[in-house]
């Protein structure tokens, strides 16, 4: 620790303490829904009603607002999760555990939206509800990975213990993501290809495109909400028995 | 699109577009709305537990 200069350890021990993370929730919130409100507006209504229609696929193209941005996530939110199990195991910082296990809720979340979504797309497109492609069954392997790292977390009594065990099981699943990401370029399926991340230009129009960049980062301030409203509720859990709990709840009484 | 029927009914694709649209919708406000139900819940048993104690 000490190549570590004074002030960044301090400051890295003030904000993972529990007290300190729960004062800077309250205090982030507010901002991150004005915020998410202002993206998640302007992204719908560039989205369902500025955006031209689809040459090809008509209006029904218009999900991809939710189930892009939604995969995306479903993504994100696991590397999250794994980078925290890294940081609980390594510095045993209880911040990262909390944030862990809150995460995997949405994470879930954004996953089921992510298949949901795209099977009331595949159905007017392809024909069927759904195929096992490479891409729809490494993505349903992630929800089932989100829903393991909840009930584990729960089955578990001692949280110290159930925390090591989700940390360990969120970066063993880690290697899903790769696969998910390229699993369209591999194995060559139904799933079409990537029309935004590629090296070139994107393969789609700029009046698309823009609403589709803003529901993505509606969805980023969207996680930091709901995480930090499930994380509130683990810190208090967690710390009940501590005085600024105590204190907390008497304010509020 | 000229009339409001017309952009409910997405070029004849309203049922899937609306669906995936509201499933989402239901999904994230749950995702908000419980934890903060269950925090007022924890607060009321912890605020209970604490005037018992005194």
């Known amino acids: 620790m000490s190549i570590i200069p004074a002030p960044i350890v301090r400051f890295y021990h003030r904000t993972a303490s529990p007290p300190h993370f729960y004062s800077l929730a309250n205090k982030l919130l ?4 004005g915020i998410f409100i202002l993206l998640a507006g302007a992204g719908l209504y560039g989205g369902l009603y500025l955006a031209p229609t689809d040459y090809q696929q008509g209006d029904s193209y218009r999900i991809i607002y939710i189930h892009v941005p939604a995969a995306w996530m479903s993504l994100f939110i696991y590397v999250i999760m794994a980078v925290m199990g890294a940081i609980s195991l390594i510095w045993r910082m209880k911040i990262a555990d909390v944030v862990l296990i809150s995460s995997a809720p949405i994470g879930a979340s954004f996953t089921f939206i992510a298949l949901v979504t795209g099977s009331l797309w595949g159905k007017p497109m392809w024909g069927t509800w759904w195929v096992w492609d490479a891409r729809l069954t ?5 929800l089932f990975l989100y829903l393991g790292v909840i009930s584990l977390y729960g089955a578990i009594e001692d949280k110290r213990t159930a925390s090591r065990a989700v940390a360990i099981l969120a970066l063993v699943g880690v290697v899903n993501i790769p696969i998910i990401h390229y699993s369209v370029q591999w194995w060559n399926t139904l799933h079409q290809g990537p029309t935004v991340a590629k090296m070139d230009k994107p393969s789609i129009h700029i009046d698309m495109l823009i609403p589709l960049l803003l529901m993505a980062t509606a969805f980023k301030f969207y996680y930091a909400i709901a995480m930090l409203q499930v994380a509130k509720v683990e810190i208090l859990k ?6 600024w709990v105590k204190k907390l709840v008497e304010t509020k009484a | 699109m000229n009339s409001f029927a017309e952009f409910l009914a997405m070029g004849g694709y309203g049922f899937y577009v609306w669906t995936a649209y509201g499933i989402a919708l239901v999904v ?3 995702n908000v709305v419980l934890p903060l139900l269950q925090r007022k819940q924890l607060l009321r048993e912890l605020a209970l537990k604490q005037k018992r104690e005194k």
Not at chain 1, 30 to 33: A, R
Not at chain 1, 238 to 243: A, D, G, H, S, V
């Open chain 1, 30 to 33: 507010p901002w991150l829904v």
């Open chain 1, 138 to 142: 490494s993505e349903l392997i992630l």
């Open chain 1, 238 to 243: 967690r710390e009940q028995n501590m005085q």
């Open chain 2, 28 to 30: 994230l406000l749950l």
